[in-house]
Nanobody, 121 residues
């Protein structure tokens, strides 16, 4: 599966952005999908996950209540609606296919290009 994230940009604190991730080359609805982010000088971290059907979602604590992950399987696209953005949300955001392993949910496959989100104070 090839992935391409888009929709990033520069926004002021408390603003909103919606990221999109278009997938190609696989059976999109069969994959759980996730969003990750990597800030300068930091490791890539998990942000949100959604099941193949879209019926189950999970968020890291720092974005709960502010971010919403969703998907449109007819369009092979997963979204991340980000509201009430904070400067600490500044990062390159990536989408990934995910699978459940003995070590828990993990990304697999190629990352593709991310999209830069910059939140100014």
């Amino acid at each position: 599966v090839q992935l391409q994230a888009s929709g990033g940009g520069l926004v002021q604190a408390e603003g909103s952005l919606r990221l999109s991730c278009a997938a190609s080359g696989g059976t999109f609805s069969s994959y759980a999908m996730g969003w990750f982010r990597q800030a300068p000088g930091k490791e890539r971290e998990f942000v949100a996950r959604i099941s193949g059907s879209g019926g189950t979602t999970y968020y890291t604590d720092s974005v709960k209540g502010r971010f919403t992950i969703s998907r449109d399987n007819a369009k092979n696209t997963v979204y991340l609606q980000m509201n009430s953005l904070k400067p600490e949300d500044t990062a390159v955001y990536y989408c990934a296919t995910m699978k459940y392993t003995v070590a828990g949910w993990r990304p697999f496959g190629s990352w593709g290009l991310g999209t830069q989100v910059t939140v100014s104070s």
